[in-house]
């Protein structure tokens, strides 16, 4: 497609289910990003992916989150046994290369999946 | 996290008007700057950057300001349109770190027709 796609758009889960959000980025992409927002904040980073490597997890906020990109291509986020305060849209990114200050090397937002947990 | 209060400042201006919005940089080895708009229900959309060998550049409409003195970062839009209104955020890159952004809390522009 011409743009990151995410799916779902919204998700309501109950506390304690596990969720899986998808990330579809722009192809040929070598760099994934994972950002979540919280309402009325900007977006916090949670992981960052160059092809299929798994650079940096720093941002992951506890041992139930995980994310992979086992292809270099479609990555997936996954939230084990949600809580409350993982209510937050989760936000992927993708860019051609890796370094941000690249010229011409724009990040793309897709629009996001909405997790609510109840 | 980087981002503080559930309260975004917002920023209401007549159609046509400039607007100037604000954002202070936490990080003086911050190299990388960028401009987001954010409408609702959307991901962030890239409107301009700069680098920190710089203090002006213009786009479309749209100027960025850098002043690492103070480390302040502006945004103007010149004869803002009603599709202008939307959330926006200046996120930095800092050197120790190439592919990361730290976003601010971004403020909220509102176009009165």
């Known amino acids: 497609g011409a743009g990151v796609s995410q799916s779902p758009r919204y998700k309501v889960a109950k506390r304690g289910q596990d969720v899986a959000l998808r990330c579809d980025p722009i192809?040929?992409?070598?760099?994934l990003f994972w950002y979540q927002q919280a309402l009325g904040q900007g977006p916090e980073f949670l992981t960052y992916f160059q092809n299929e490597a798994q650079l940096d997890k720093s941002g992951l906020p506890s041992d139930r989150f995980f994310a992979e990109r086992p292809e270099g291509s479609v990555s997936t986020l996954k939230i084990q046994r949600t809580q409350q305060e993982d209510s937050a849209v989760y936000l992927c990114a993708s860019s051609s290369r890796g370094s941000v200050g690249v010229s011409g090397n724009t990040i793309y937002f897709g629009e996001g999946s909405w997790l609510t947990v109840v | 996290g980087e981002s503080v209060g559930l309260h975004l400042p917002t920023l209401s201006v007549q159609e046509g008007d400039n607007s100037i919005i604000n954002c202070a940089y936490s990080n003086s080895a911050s190299d990388y700057f960028i401009w987001y708009k954010q409408e609702s229900g959307k991901g962030p959309q890239f409107i301009i950057d700069?680098?920190?060998?710089?203090d002006k550049r213009q786009g479309q409409r749209v100027t960025v300001l850098l002043n690492k003195t103070v480390k302040h970062l502006s945004l103007q839009i010149a004869a803002t349109q009603p599709g202008d209104s939307a959330v926006y955020f200046c996120?930095?890159?800092?050197?120790?770190?190439?592919?990361?952004?730290?976003f601010g809390s971004g403020t909220r522009l509102l176009v009165r027709p």
């Open positions: 996120a930095e890159n800092r050197m120790d770190s190439s592919y990361k952004l730290i």
């Open positions: 192809s040929g992409h070598v760099s």
């Open positions: 700069i680098r920190s060998n710089m």
